[in-house]
């Protein structure tokens, strides 16, 4: 009864209890701190599970000491640990982040509901990773996604367009949610088992109209949470209404989460002895990632809300995602893992930027920008920098990604896919360019509705966005890092699908 | 035609699930009004309710609540029904083994019980019971009449435990015929389970291989109508806050508004034909 041997029931359980006390705090300070507190807390246990898994491999955790397949088993390899770690990571920069922001954004009396709301937002997230049963995925997916509703429409203060947005992301998330539970059901029926590893055993074999069915809910619904290219409609309102810590985490979380469910249930629970899953694959993993990353990048150019501009440019990242995942090789997998926690980080920046001028300037439209670098200079270099990032220049992280995937592309023989990266990459410049010219060609306003304060933002927001343009610049340096532990995750999810390594 | 008819008659309530299903869904999509999207959530979340009670159900199972206090009470004393004990799995074989092993071991059939079993193993354990509530009275010693219960229940082991393989032989069902009701494979396992165990002391067989509809799916749907109702709840909140703001929840009327704010009412009106 050691605290090791819980330990990968900490990152859930203290929380999620941490998070119903928020609510019983004074409004004010006191929320924050407590929520702070406990963000550090889940971020420091899954550091340590994190080098507890890549020093001794999969961890299994039996809940109640009921063991699988009765019970509900954790089951921590390094995938999923990767994706732990950043969930957590992002969540301990977002907290002490969020307080200022918060303060303008959000009314006053919400806020030990706003904190506790996020506490649950991030355990529902971190409980959708670390579980190896079927049903509790779902279950998870429900507790981050209703808390996210509530979160993005307290956006309301600042423009009450966010209860409609919140509104039409509590509809597409609950049928999307619904129709992955139909296709766990289908595979229940199959199999009779909701353990992952259990159901890929029995699925062997199994190449019926049950299963086929089952999977294409499973995706479907997937899809709908990770905002896959046509079923992406709710994204760019809920991420422009949100408070903008909001969108800072869960542009940096949310989708990445829903990203590894579907990357989980491909490669653990269903294998390639399935033609449906190269068949997926090809003919529509592969086309929808592509038009992805082309539409919704077009798309962005032409936005007026930067906010907005960004959360298009999420749905093209998540192009990239899928396009790697369809690959089916090792390089293509490595490059997706890879992709999803550099994205993380520099989307995390690029809203963190954002909010820190809505902040001062009141706004995320793009005349609020207008010589933003004589006024702000810090939040300027920090939105450039995370920029870059994403555009993929050498020295980022998104350089890394682009590599990665750009090898995978051609390693595949998908040799278009690899122009047609680049191209998209090139859109990204254009519309990351718009927003750099603002800041730093144009002269500021002197008044009018976007004149600006000649205050920089707050250092509790300055600190955590700068630690995460540090990683973005860390982890594009020491690529080894990253690519490591991505290629030794990818080898280890191939295998348990059966593929050549 | 007579065959597709008897085919949709016997699948009527995955036909409810699927009807349910495209009403729910159609009326998320067409309704305007942010509380009839809601109702149409519901729907549509009721249809996977009901899918799921539909997969946990067995032809013949009772509600899986554990009965059989009284007859435990009196198996418990019979010294006989250990034979089986090393025989309790978890899957079917050790249920058949187990079965065999009692029939193997008990004396000669008592002819009166015997008549009592029914062929169905459901009934069985009723039979049982009340066999073994007469068999005191019936015989002069005490031993007589408690050997007959192993006896008896093996008999009913046997039975249940050939049904279960049965059923065993078609998991993983073939979809091609069709799931029928009676596949639930983990509510399979459980009676094989429980007939494996029940070896050990075959009385007890009986009354645990009374076959159970499968529990779990029940369980999963506790907590998938929990997610519901929060999802309701916050739904409706939301439709609450945005008459507050808007003075309206009818989605058209949304829109214009959003429109009107944004690009002001004659641009609006100009964009409406569009």
């Not at chain 2, 008592?110 to 009340?130: F, P, R, T, V």
């Amino acid at each position: 009864m050691s605290l090791i041997s819980q330990l990968p029931v900490l990152p859930i359980i203290v929380p999620i209890i941490a998070a119903p006390i928020t609510l019983l705090l004074p409004k004010g300070r006191a929320p924050h701190l407590w929520a702070t507190l406990f963000s550090w807390i889940t971020f420091a246990t899954c550091v340590w599970l994190f080098s507890e898994v890549s020093a001794n491999g999969t961890i299994s955790y039996f809940l109640g000491d009921w063991a699988p397949p009765i019970g509900i088993e954790y089951r921590i390899d390094l995938a999923n640990a990767l994706v732990l770690l950043l969930v957590s990571g992002i969540a301990a920069l977002t907290f002490p982040f969020a307080y200022r922001s918060v303060q303008l954004e959000v009314d006053e009396r919400q806020t030990p509901a706003f904190y506790g709301a996020l506490l649950i937002c991030m355990t529902g997230l971190l409980g959708v990773t670390i579980t190896g049963d079927a049903f509790n995925v779902f279950v998870f997916l429900e507790i981050s996604s209703l808390s996210a509703y509530a979160l993005i429409a307290m956006g309301a203060r600042r423009d009450r367009r966010a209860l409609t947005a919140a509104f039409n992301y509590l509809v597409m998330g609950t049928i999307g949610a619904t129709f992955f539970v139909i296709g766990i059901g289908l595979l229940y029926q199959a199999t009779g088992t909701l353990n992952m590893a259990d159901l890929a055993d029995r699925l062997i074999g199994q190449n019926n109209r049950m299963v086929q069915a089952g999977f294409a809910f499973i995706l479907v619904g997937m899809g709908l949470k990770l905002a896959m290219f046509p079923m992406h409609l709710w994204l760019p309102n809920a991420y422009t209404y949100a408070p903008s810590a909001v969108t800072a985490f869960m542009a940096a979380t949310a989708t990445k989460v829903a990203v590894y469910v579907l990357i989980r249930f491909f490669f653990s629970v269903f294998n390639f002895d399935f033609a449906f899953i190269g068949a997926s694959f090809t003919y529509v993993l592969l086309p929808l990632g592509l038009v992805g990353m082309f539409a919704a990048s077009l798309v962005a150019v032409f936005q007026e809300d930067v906010k907005r501009m960004l959360a298009y440019s999420s749905v093209a990242q998540i192009g990239y995602m899928l396009l790697g995942l369809s690959f089916a090789t090792v390089e293509g997998l490595t490059a997706t893992l890879v992709h999803m926690f550099n994205h993380a980080l520099m989307k995390g920046a690029l809203f963190m930027a954002v909010a820190c001028v809505v902040l001062r300037a009141g706004s995320s439209s793009i005349n609020a920008f207008a010589g933003l670098s004589k006024r702000m200079p810090v939040t300027t270099w920090a939105f450039i920098l995370s920029g870059l990032s994403l555009i993929g220049v050498p020295l980022t992280v998104g350089f890394v990604s682009k590599w990665y995937l750009l090898d995978a592309a051609f390693s595949a023989g998908h040799w278009y896919a690899g122009f047609l990266i680049v191209a998209s990459s090139l859109i990204a410049l254009l519309y990351i360019g718009r927003v750099a010219e603002q800041m730093l060609l144009k002269e500021p306003a002197e008044d009018g509705k976007y004149a600006l304060p000649k205050e920089e933002a707050p250092m509790s927001m300055l600190i955590p966005m700068w630690l995460l343009i540090a990683a973005n610049i860390y982890f594009g340096l020491r690529t080894e890092l990253t690519g490591d532990i991505a290629t030794r995750a990818a080898e280890a999810l191939m295998l348990s699908a059966g593929g050549a390594p | 035609m007579d065959d597709w008819f008897s085919f949709i008659l016997a699948r009527y309530n995955y036909w409810i699930v699927i009807v349910l299903m495209m009403t729910g869904l159609y009326i998320v999509f067409a309704r305007g009004n942010l509380v009839k999207k809601i109702v149409g959530l519901n729907i549509f979340q009721t249809s996977v309710f009901i899918y799921y009670i539909t997969i946990g159900k067995i032809a013949g199972g009772t509600a899986p609540i554990y009965m059989g206090g009284e007859l435990d009470a009196a198996a418990h004393h019979e010294p006989e029904g250990e034979h089986g004990g090393d025989a309790a799995g978890h899957d079917a074989e050790a249920a058949a083994h187990g079965a065999e092993a009692a029939a193997h071991d008990a004396g000669e059939a008592s002819e009166a019980l015997h008549a009592k079993i029914d062929n169905s193993a459901l009934d069985a354990g009723n039979n049982l019971k009340d066999a073994l509530k007469k068999a005191p009275p019936q015989s002069g010693e005490a031993a007589g009449s408690l050997h007959a219960a192993p006896d008896v229940s093996s008999d009913v082991a046997e039975k249940i435990s050939n049904n279960t393989l049965s059923h065993l032989d078609k998991t993983p069902p073939n979809p091609g015929i069709g799931p029928g009701l009676d596949l639930a494979p983990d509510g399979l396992h459980d009676a094989a389970a429980n007939a494996g165990h029940g070896a050990a002391d075959a009385a007890h067989a009986a009354v645990e291989a009374i076959v159970y509809s499968n529990p779990l799916p029940h369980v999963l749907i506790l907590t998938a109508i929990v997610v519901g109702v929060a999802t309701t709840a916050v739904g409706l909140a939301l439709a609450v806050r945005i008459r507050e703001a808007y003075g309206t929840i009818e989605e058209d009327e949304l829109e214009a508004a959003d429109d009107i704010a944004e690009f002001g009412r004659q641009a609006s009106a100009e964009r409406a034909p569009a």
